[in-house]
């Protein structure tokens, strides 16, 4: 059975912890926010069309790890 | 997705996209650098980019050989005559076809303040919390000395072990981040952390339900094995450096 003492160390280890990743957590969140906006201006991706390879897997790779879920 | 995939692109350039971007993301990277530090996000985010990249050159040779025909739901759809995509890129003039992408900067400023409050935002913060507290539990109640006889470095088999405990105990970027933060301050070696945030992000619920709902087996499957084996390659490859 866990005691009142133990779910009292979780309470504080969680408040702990979230004020230790709430700052990356608002970088990350305005990061995305300002990623999704600038790239929502290249939509047109038809230029695909005239690469492949390499690079085009690259780009496409770098894009979608810059987008937020 | 969706408009690439109705435009017929070819399943070389949709592969990367679909593999990297469950792998990671703007708040992912900076949540792990906040819980795991600045080296093992960096590694996460190369192995991310480095396994799209790898993952075209793949699905680009079996698709050259006809193993990747049809696999999409909008390609069966089609009526004989229609342009489809090819490993040559052709068809993709349809992409020109998305919305119109707002240039002011007042479009700018609409999409910025949409993200910030969409519900995704709202999901990740409210997930974070719960796992934190779960997190929490395990640190104190689970022995150290337990992990560290799973998971430690001095085990060949922590690495497989930990991508395999990534996949029923990855439910978002968010979530498993503080559980990761855990294992490792408990004694995960960090090749293990990174093969379990790597292989639970791309075999997550979320992620493969999206898939099977828009394609056919054979690239589900070929997504899964490229995530696996990428996962534990990177993992063995992060433990070694």
Redesign the interface.
């Known amino acids: 059975m866990?005691s009142a003492s133990?779910v009292t160390?979780?309470?504080k280890?969680?408040v702990y912890?979230?004020l230790?990743?709430l700052?990356?957590?608002l970088?990350?969140?305005?990061?995305?926010?300002?990623?999704?906006?600038?790239l929502?201006?290249?939509?047109?991706?038809?230029w695909?069309?005239?690469?492949?390879?390499?690079f085009?897997?690259?780009l496409?790779?770098?894009?979608?790890?810059?987008?937020?879920? | 997705m969706i408009p690439l995939l109705t435009a017929g692109a070819p399943w070389a350039l949709l592969m990367p996209w679909m593999i990297s971007s469950p792998l990671n993301s703007p708040n992912t990277f900076f949540l792990i650098a906040g819980a795991l530090g600045y080296p093992m996000a960096l590694a996460q985010i190369v192995a991310a980019v480095s396994l799209g990249v790898i993952s075209g050159i793949i699905t680009d040779c079996l698709e050259r050989k006809g193993y990747l025909n049809d696999q999409h739901f909008a390609a069966s759809r089609q009526k004989p005559g229609e342009r489809k995509g090819n490993a040559n890129g052709d068809g993709l003039s349809g992409l020109t076809m998305m919305p119109a992408a707002p240039t002011t900067t007042k479009g700018f400023r609409q999409i910025f303040w949409r993200s910030l409050s969409k519900r995704g935002t709202r999901r990740l913060v409210r997930q974070l919390v719960i796992f934190i507290f779960v997190a929490s539990a395990i640190k104190i109640l689970v022995p150290t000395s337990w992990i560290i006889s799973l998971f430690g470095k001095e085990h060949w088999y922590s690495i497989p072990l930990a991508a395999f405990l990534g996949i029923p105990l990855y439910v978002s970027n968010s979530s498993s981040v503080p559980i990761a933060q855990t294992l490792v301050e408990g004694g995960m070696s960090p090749g293990a952390a990174l093969a379990f945030l790597l292989a639970g992000a791309g075999t997550s619920l979320p992620a493969i339900s999206g898939l099977v709902a828009i394609t056919r087996g054979r690239i589900v499957v070929l997504y899964v094995s490229l995530v696996f084996i990428g996962a534990l390659f990177f993992g063995l490859l992060f433990s070694v450096l």
Request: charged letters at 15%.
């Open positions: 866990v133990t160390d979780i309470v280890e969680s912890s979230f230790h990743l700052p990356y957590l970088i990350g969140i305005f990061a995305g926010a300002l990623l999704e906006a600038t929502s201006r290249y939509q047109d991706i038809g695909l069309k005239k690469k492949s390879g390499f085009s897997y690259l496409v790779s770098l894009v979608g790890v810059s987008t937020p879920l």
